[in-house]
């Protein structure tokens, strides 16, 4: 499973955009990159999963250049409620499910 | 759709005691997991199965840990004798078998040792 480096935290104020990037060189032709949230006392969420190129939903967009050795998590006008930890993954589905390993995260805190 | 369901979702123990968690996966979803995340850490893959075989179990610690699926539905993780370090935030969490593999997950079950 490929390895993954993000930053330990980011700060930002209400209304910015906030690009949160991850490194993953070792990444494998099958592997998915994907992104989870977690807020305190809660389970991560998922928020987008991208193979190549740029993947956006109604949360955020993911843009991975064309080595995918790196993908940044995109956040639109961040909010207080998006205060959290984001977790980057790599992993493919295979035959017995999505293998993941969770790393430290970025937290990113949101200030008014 | 019901989502991932947990319990207990808080236990205080002493150390050298048991403790068991139960989870019922969303319904459908082949691949449980079940995760431990220590305070300030993202959360880390005990065991995953797929229906009721055993995917990975690489980090589990066999020596205390064990864990079981049934009928390859709901899913118990038991912990005995317990130890301080096992004080953590005990996570299941379930997927369809497909590529996308997104996981849904519990509350999680908040454990402290003493």
């Known amino acids: 499973l490929a390895k993954t480096t993000q930053p330990i935290s980011m700060d930002s104020y209400e209304g910015q955009e906030v690009n949160i990037t991850c490194s993953h060189n070792n990444i494998a032709t099958n592997d998915y990159i994907t992104w989870y949230q977690q807020f305190p006392s809660q389970g991560p969420r998922f928020i987008i999963q991208g193979y190549k190129t740029k993947v956006t939903n109604e949360v955020a967009s993911l843009f991975i250049p064309a080595d995918r050795k790196s993908s940044t998590l995109s956040l639109p006008r961040v909010s207080l409620s998006d205060t959290a930890v984001y977790y980057c993954l790599v992993g493919d589905g295979g035959t017995g499910g999505f293998k993941t390993i969770f790393g430290a995260g970025t937290r990113l805190f949101v200030k008014a | 759709e019901a989502g991932v369901a947990q319990s207990p979702r808080y236990k205080i123990i002493e150390k050298r005691q048991s403790v068991a968690f139960w989870c019922n996966p969303i319904?459908?979803?082949?691949?449980l997991y079940w995760y431990q995340q220590i305070l300030g850490q993202g959360p880390k893959l005990l065991i995953q199965f797929q229906n009721n075989g055993v995917v990975d179990d690489s980090q589990l610690p066999k020596d205390r840990f064990s864990a079981e699926r049934l009928k390859g539905v709901d899913s118990t993780l038991k912990i005995q004798p317990a130890k301080l370090e096992d004080s953590a935030v005990y996570l299941c969490a379930s997927s369809l078998r497909d590529i996308r593999g997104e996981q849904f997950f519990g509350p999680g079950t908040r454990l402290t040792v003493l």
């Open positions: 319904s459908g979803h082949a691949t």
